[in-house]
């Protein structure tokens, strides 16, 4: 006989129970953080601390010896929410860090609360179902046919990854029957090459390094004036590679560059990848959005020949960080990755029909991140959707045309997505471009007045705008440039 085990009550209030006592000091603490939470956020897109004064806000008691008091727990939380970016103020551009949405912020506290594991059936059986249902609809939407498949990831880096590890292990073992998995890298590896354009994200090379290939694997081909891929010069750093008894393994195409959201010609470098026999990847991490806008999706012709594709919903979709997808036109690919523990995932369920994720994922505990996206999905409709992309995107070419007005301000670039790069012109030619435009930007971050963002480009030191919020108005980002060039003029008074 199973006697049921006698509750402890002195842990009672810390665990989420099926019981009135454990459901009410749920309520209240979310309550609680909530409000401190509403009650806090500034109303400046950061309060200016420096590193230094913020280590002095914070204990270094990570780990009291007896429960600190509810009041100072909530104190302690205020001052994070106080000295945080705030995504969601209209002043705040620099990254592709977006507001998220309310809906998705409510589907947060029941992921948290629910605690899924995604990486077996018994730990997420509703979850497990819902994921692959919204995979087999994204791989509808990108068309890449009845075969494919994908998985949740908490990325852009994370999905690209995945890519060029598949496309690693499908290029050994078809050039010389060798599985990467069982055996480790061939001496041959040294051979393999991955091209990308020379304004592609960062983690190709991260990538190349951690796959042991190294970043001398990859292959930049320049960009044309518009920070596209060049379909010339790809097919020349093909042929070359040809010609140097060197192999193809690789060919990365981006819908949406983070500094430009340019988008490369999908469908001539898709052609081409497939003439050389390469992998076509796409990285859609931030131009993925564009499926869902019937104005702007044209731009995504070619993605429906890519063998794998980035997607992430942590940008254009507005949702919390992380939340991202890998796509995979093959889903036989991801043998490469596949491996079975008796514990967690046994051959015998696979007879049985049970779906295990973790066969597809680099990741072995993965949040049930698919249910913020499918909650927002539910709660805005398609048509809100579109209209809130192409918002966001018309408000980057306003700040484009604002820009080529103003006498003070250099546009570097006609924007392609909802990212904005440009400069401040000093008004002595003489003068130190580079390090004022660094200067400036500096300086509206530590007075809290604008987090925009900086890169180089062609040597040149920029500003960047980027617009992911629908909310913000044509006159709001008008008076954050104006704030740019006041703030730039009295840099330049002060000498």
């Not at 409000?35 to 002095?56: F, H, I, N, T, W």
């Not at 040294?190 to 960062?202: E, K, P, Q, T, W």
């Not at 369920?349 to 539910?378: C, M, Y």
């Not at 790069?421 to 580079?434: H, Q």
Request: aromatic share 6%; with cysteine; proline share 4%.
């Amino acid at each position: 006989m199973i006697h049921a085990a006698r509750r402890t009550p002195l842990f009672e209030s810390e665990f989420l129970s099926n019981t009135p006592a454990g459901r009410k000091t749920y309520q209240d603490s979310i309550q609680a953080a909530v409000r401190v939470l509403c009650e806090a956020l500034p109303d400046q897109p950061y309060s200016g601390k420096a590193p230094a004064a913020l280590a002095e806000l914070f204990l270094d008691n990570m780990l009291p010896e007896v429960p600190a008091s509810a009041d100072r727990i909530l104190s302690n939380l205020r001052e994070v929410v106080t000295h945080s970016v705030i995504v969601t103020h209209p002043n705040t551009a620099a990254h592709l860090q977006c507001p998220p949405l309310i809906p998705a912020l409510a589907a947060e506290v029941v992921i948290s609360a629910l605690n899924q594991s995604m990486d077996s059936f018994d730990q997420a059986p509703a979850a497990t179902i819902l994921e692959e249902k919204m995979v087999r609809w994204l791989c509808g939407k990108t068309a890449l046919g009845e075969h494919a498949s994908g998985i949740f990831t908490a990325g852009g880096t994370q999905s690209n990854y995945m890519a060029l590890l598949l496309a690693r292990d499908a290029c050994v073992d078809r050039h010389f029957g060798w599985l990467v998995q069982k055996r480790g890298l061939p001496a041959e590896a040294g051979r393999l090459r991955i091209l990308c354009s020379d304004v592609a994200h960062f983690t190709v090379e991260k990538s190349a390094s951690e796959l042991g290939l190294g970043t001398d694997a990859v292959v930049r081909v320049p960009t044309d004036g518009s920070f596209r891929m060049r379909v010339d010069s790809l097919r020349s750093a093909l042929e070359e590679i040809r010609d140097q008894n060197l192999i193809a393994m690789a060919v990365v195409g981006t819908a949406g560059t983070t500094d430009f959201g340019s988008v490369d010609p999908l469908l001539e470098i898709g052609e081409l990848a497939r003439a050389f026999g390469a992998w076509f990847h796409v990285d859609a991490a931030y131009g993925s959005a564009l499926l869902f806008s019937d104005r702007h999706r044209q731009q995504l012709r070619g993605v429906e020949m890519a063998d794998s594709v980035s997607l992430d919903f942590h940008k254009l979709f507005w949702q919390p960080v992380s939340c991202a997808a890998f796509l995979l036109r093959d889903q036989t690919h991801f043998r490469y990755l596949k491996l079975h523990a008796d514990y967690l995932n046994p051959e015998t369920h696979e007879q049985l029909g049970i779906p295990n994720l973790v066969t597809r994922s680099l990741a072995t505990s993965r949040r049930f991140d698919i249910l913020k996206l499918w909650i927002s999905f539910q709660a805005l409709g398609r048509q809100k959707l579109a209209q809130m992309i192409d918002a966001t995107i018309d408000l980057a070419r306003h700040a484009a045309q604002f820009i080529r007005k103003t006498d003070r301000l250099e546009l570097v670039h006609d924007p392609t997505l909802s990212c904005v790069v440009f400069r401040y012109l000093p008004s002595k030619p003489r003068g130190d471009a580079n390090a004022l435009n660094a200067q400036l930007r500096q300086r509206l971050f530590e007075q809290g007045m604008a987090v925009i963002g900086h890169t180089i480009v062609r040597a040149r030191q920029c500003l960047k705008l980027t617009c992911l919020n629908p909310m913000t108005s044509q006159q709001q980002i008008e008076e954050l440039l104006g704030v740019v060039v006041e703030q730039g003029m009295g840099l330049e008074r002060a000498g």
